[in-house]
């Protein structure tokens, strides 16, 4: 088998900014050049003279790549424009097949309008046979729960006992905007519903802030004083327009199967092999789905899997140590890219000590789930393939 | 959930005009594919089972079961009256559909549960088919 090329491309910086459920007075541009600026800081000696790739965009100023690669002088960059790990996976191909060397990926938002006696605006469909059912995504991901729950006889305890340990994660991280937070399984069950079986605290929270990080050469990562995470695999998966077609179990249930498959195939490693899941966490249940669906426990299965403190830092199978969408943060499209950031801090021991995990080698993460008929997933790892 | 003033009402388009003008007469208007028979919902401009142009609109029986619901309590907007139900019907020909359901206490709601086509005018434009639970007769 030949090379994957992906196996020469490394993540050498990861950053956060300051999250907060509402960042007053912050302008987007500045939290976007402050997550570049952060992100390299922590490469160990690249600065933006070195980049020459660019994926930087803002949810709310709509600035894209291009403005971006005007904004940061005007010289000739690659630019990449897709979200997330989709956006990771485009930016490696770009340096794996020598389109550029170096690219930094940044996104935040900020300045984001909510109406509190409904839900956020960006979750509404716009769909006309979705939007006048008075669907959103919470009860798009709830159509799926309640399919499974149905089929296998999946208990609430273990939705509430998922979100409860993402949620306690994040109550230990300083820098999340839930930090200090701790609930149990029956506060979750006892907190006010939003869409049947999601209870408040099964639903991912609202937030603004600004997320980077950069990627570059394998060879080039190791002259560097940092510590490189390197890409084991990962593959997109998309079955279908996000909140227009009906999120039906039999049909999207297992989404984001075939992605682990390709990324578990592409370094020759299985769920046995993965030492801390940072998932994609929109909604409690979606993580008892993407458990079964990535083959970590069988089908019908992971409502049981989850219970027992399996998922807790220091339990078999870490689940969202940063405390992810739930407790950390969720901005914009820019949590999609946190999901790989917190996998990079993770394997970097950059997160705080409570939350890290002693010996983590393989980190599998994903975005997107069932209810939105996409899950893009990627591995990444301490050690180059 | 009766008035929902000032929901977000469909605008259709020349692709689904067939199905929004059937609500308004009451008749459930789907597509069929002429080659592979198969149904197609929502409204497309190919059969996403066999990719034939051959789509023909054709009246549903609007029966179906209830596959999967969630009994919605934090509003999409506003204009919308809590609490109500989200459900997916499958219809008896086997396709699926988003829909509200009502004339029912959502405690009774149970997945399989029959429930038939029901039309509520909203505009006079607009006629949206919600489901309810079958009657015995």
Request: aromatic residues 8%; contains cysteine.
């Amino acid at each position: 088998m030949t090379r994957n090329p992906l196996h020469d491309v490394a993540i050498v910086g990861a950053y956060n900014t300051r999250q907060a459920r509402v960042l007053e007075g912050v302008r987007e541009v500045d939290l976007v050049l402050e997550a570049i600026g952060g992100a390299l800081e922590r490469s160990g000696g690249l600065t933006l003279d070195d980049v020459d790739g660019l994926n930087v965009r803002g949810s709310v100023s709509r600035l894209h790549a291009r403005e971006a690669a005007h904004l940061l002088g005007g010289r000739p960059r690659w630019t990449g424009m897709a979200l997330g790990i989709e956006g990771v996976l485009e930016a490696a191909a770009a340096i794996a097949t020598g389109q550029c060397d170096t690219v930094v990926i940044a996104d935040a938002q900020a300045g984001q309008y909510t109406q509190r006696d409904a839900t956020s605006p960006w979750t509404r469909p716009g769909n006309e046979f979705v939007a006048c059912w008075g669907l959103y995504t919470a009860a798009e991901f709830a159509l799926i729960a309640k399919r499974h729950m149905h089929l296998y006889g999946t208990r609430p305890e273990s939705l509430a006992e998922v979100a409860a340990t993402i949620r306690n994660h994040g109550a230990r991280n300083p820098e999340a905007v839930h930090y200090g937070r701790h609930v149990t399984p029956a506060e979750v069950l006892a907190s006010r519903w939003v869409a049947e079986p999601f209870h408040l605290l099964d639903c991912a929270i609202n937030s603004e802030g600004g997320a980077g990080l950069v990627l570059t050469r394998a060879d080039r990562a190791r002259e560097l004083d940092t510590t490189p995470v390197f890409v084991l695999g990962g593959a997109i998966e998309r079955q279908g327009m996000a909140y227009v077609t009906a999120p039906v179990w039999d049909r999207y249930g297992h989404s984001g199967r075939w992605a682990a498959g390709r990324a578990f195939a592409q370094c020759g490693l299985g769920p046995d092999d993965v030492d801390v899941c940072e998932l994609y966490d929109p909604f409690s249940f979606e993580l008892i789905r993407q458990l079964e669906a990535f083959g970590f426990c069988g089908e019908g299965e992971g409502g049981d899997y989850v219970l027992g403190g399996r998922i807790a830092i220091d339990g078999e199978l870490p689940l969202v140590t940063s405390g992810g969408l739930l407790s950390f943060s969720h901005p914009g499209t820019a949590q999609l890219l946190q999901k790989v950031i917190a996998s990079a801090q993770q394997l970097r021991g950059e997160l705080p000590e409570a939350l890290t995990v002693p010996d983590a080698r393989v980190v599998m993460t994903s975005n997107g789930g069932a209810g939105a008929l996409f899950c893009d997933v990627m591995l990444l790892g301490r050690e180059q393939p | 959930m009766s008035e929902r003033r000032g929901i977000p009402l469909p605008h259709p388009t020349p692709l689904s005009e067939p199905h929004w003008w059937g609500c308004r007469e009451g008749r459930l208007r789907v597509q069929r594919c002429g080659a592979c028979g198969g149904y197609v919902f929502i409204p497309q401009p190919l059969c996403t089972h066999c990719t034939s142009d051959a789509l023909e609109w054709v009246d549903s029986t609007g029966r179906g079961t209830v596959y999967s619901f969630t009994t919605v309590h934090r509003p999409q907007r506003p204009e919308f009256e809590v609490p109500y139900t989200v459900a997916i019907v499958e219809l008896d020909e086997g396709f699926h559909m988003l829909t509200n359901l009502v004339d029912c206490d959502p405690e009774t709601i149970r997945i399989g549960m029959e429930v038939d086509v029901e039309f509520r005018r909203m505009s006079d434009e607009i006629t949206l088919p919600m489901f309810a639970p079958r009657r015995a007769d």
